[in-house]
Nanobody, 121 residues
């Protein structure tokens, strides 16, 4: 499972960005999620979407602001980020995901190179 993230950039607080996670091969068999790692902090799961797109899970920090979706015809998973906050600044990664003890964690496969999101005024 090889996923490539894109779409990061710089944005002011309150703005929006959409990240993309693309695969050359079909990934409709796997739940795919978005994770992030802020400077000096551990990587954390933010959102996870089931293989068909019907099931979604969000971390409290991004719930009601971020929306995860997928287009299996394009082998792509998206993260729509609205009402961005300073604390959303991080490198964002996508990977196969699952939920353990209420937390979104990586299920299998390698990490990609990530895409940087910087929120600043």
């Amino acid at each position: 499972l090889q996923l490539v993230e894109s779409g990061g950039g710089s944005m002011q607080p309150g703005g929006s960005l959409t990240l993309s996670c693309a695969s050359r091969l079909s990934v409709d068999f796997a739940a795919i999620g978005w994770f992030r790692q802020a400077p000096g902090k551990e990587r954390e799961g933010g959102a996870c979407v089931g293989g068909s797109g019907g099931w979604k899970n969000y971390a409290d920090a991004v719930k009601d602001r971020f929306t995860i979706s997928r287009d299996n015809a394009k082998n792509t998973v998206y993260l729509q980020m609205d009402r961005l906050k300073l604390e959303d600044t991080a490198v964002y990664y996508c990977a196969a995901c699952t939920v353990e003890d209420g937390m979104i964690v990586k299920n299998f496969g390698p990490w990609g190179q990530g895409t940087q999101v910087t929120v600043s005024s």
